[in-house]
Nanobody, 123 residues
Framework: QVRLVESGGGLVQAGGSLRLSCAAT????????MGWFRQAPGKEREFVAA???????KYVDSVKGRFTISRDNTKNTVYLQMGSLKPEDTAVYYC?????????????????WGQGTQVTVSS
């Protein structure tokens, strides 16, 4: 059974940094592309970043240069390092896993999701 648990969210001032972690209980973590998505109040869930099993990455334009996704396959963990945070980054951030995935920005291919972690950026 696959389980994803996010951590690292919190309240930060604009311009600050946070690192999110997603610990995965997956027997074959290496076979999964991992993604980060976010959902702000009253808005649809949106793609933030993804990383393939081999380390190829993709980002939404609004976070390029500010966020970095990485993974540690020895720890079954994916990270999202967030810097230069803005109030518009405020959202619940979700980790997701896509078996044999390509690191797509589309939501539907991701079979497994975490419960989310709140990130709040104050101005």
């Amino acid at each position: 059974q696959v389980r994803l648990v996010e951590s690292g969210g919190g309240l930060v001032q604009a311009g600050g940094s946070l690192r999110l972690s997603c610990a995965a209980t997956i027997r074959t973590f290496n076979n999964y592309a991992m993604g980060w998505f976010r959902q702000a109040p009253g808005k649809e869930r949106e793609f933030v970043a993804a990383i393939t099993w081999s380390g190829s990455t993709k980002y939404v334009d609004s976070v390029k240069g500010r966020f970095t996704i990485s993974r540690d396959n020895t720890k079954n963990t994916v990270y999202l390092q967030m810097g230069s945070l803005k109030p518009e980054d405020t959202a619940v951030y979700y980790c997701a896993a896509d078996h044999l995935g390509s690191g797509t920005a589309q939501i539907s291919p991701y079979e497994f999701w975490g419960q989310g972690t709140q990130v709040t950026v104050s101005s």
